[in-house]
């Protein structure tokens, strides 16, 4: 996990480094997150980390991938057997990765931009006891032929702000996947990115 989150840090930390040499002329973005999955169908909530990169076709229409690892969720139970009470905390090794693709509209060129969006892709549960690594994370997406993945639909919507070529974005939306049925999931992602 520190791993990861090193790797994320330096990642932006060279974005922000090299942004003043790239020029803000908004061709398409690139850029890393926090991704918050809350999962209507359990109640349980989920925390990972993600990347999309976007292309521009006009000033008002991009098109862009993203993909997202959300990491095992802890749960905590109260146990009392004859009296006594004890707190069990169990790793669930369940892991989350999903990956969409899909158009975007927004308000246009400008430091501050509204957006909406509905993409496709997957999602895939995975039970998987190992620590999360980068090398956990790319055998995951290695192995996602052999695994079970559900189709997923994602609309969405949000806000983007700009200083040159370097900006933050948030945006929220309902990431439903298909099994046995149509499954509701609040989603939020908060990041970076940066705009060539």
Known sequence: ???????????VAAIACFAPFASAQDHGQVGAFVDYLHL?????????LGGRAAFNANRYIGFEAEMA???NQVFSE?????GSGSVTVVRSNL?????L??????????????????KGGFMNFRFDPRPATFETFSSSVTDLRASNVDGALYPGGG??????????????????????????????????SIRF
């Open 159 to 192: 806000i983007e702000g700009f200083i040159g070529p370097v900006g933050l974005r948030l945006d929220a939306g309902d990431e439903i996947y298909f099994n046995g049925g149509a499954h509701n999931n609040l989603r939020i992602t908060f990041g970076p």
């Open 101 to 118: 693709f899909g158009p975007t509209l927004s308000t246009g060129h400008g430091p501050v931009r509204l957006f909406v969006t509905v």
């Open 95 to 99: 892991r989350i990765l999903d990956g």
């Open 78 to 82: 109260a146990y009392t057997p004859s």
């Open 40 to 48: 209507g169908q359990t109640g349980t909530s989920f925390v990972g």
């Open 69 to 71: 690892y959300d990491f």
């Open 1 to 11: 996990m520190r791993r990861a989150i090193f790797t994320v840090v330096t990642f």
